[in-house]
């Protein structure tokens, strides 16, 4: 078995900054790729940005230049730096994972969602 723990979100003013972390615990033989969603209330879920295992970023375009991937190998950790936040980021984040757990066998796993509230 395989778990993604969150931390980090909270309330923060318009302008701030908030680090979110994910760790990956359990059966692990390699992870592919990691990314962070986020949904609001009435919206899609949608991606904000995602990391390969070579370590190559992809954004989402409402997020560019203010938030920044970064992971951990050894801790099997993802962080997301979220600078300059905006009222229009205020969402429940979500951790994803495609995880190796053998060597033949690739799984998707989800984290519980930390809420991020951006105040005006």
């Known amino acids: 078995q395989v778990q993604l723990v969150e931390s980090g979100g909270g309330l923060v003013q318009a302008g701030g900054s908030l680090r979110l972390s994910c760790a990956a615990s359990?059966?692990?033989?390699?992870?592919?790729?990691m990314a962070w969603y986020r949904q609001a209330p009435g919206k899609q879920r949608e991606l904000v940005a995602i990391i390969a295992s070579g370590g190559s970023t992809n954004y989402t375009d409402s997020v560019k230049g203010r938030f920044a991937l970064s992971k951990d190998n050894a801790k099997n950790a993802l962080y997301l730096q979220m600078n300059s936040l905006k009222p229009e980021d205020t969402a429940v984040y979500y951790c994803?994972?495609?995880?190796?757990?053998?060597?033949?066998?690739?799984?998707?796993?989800w984290g519980q969602g930390t809420q991020v509230t951006v105040s005006s």
């Open positions: 359990g059966s692990i033989f390699s992870i592919k790729t």
């Open positions: 994803f994972a495609a995880i190796m757990t053998t060597p033949r066998a690739t799984y998707a796993y």
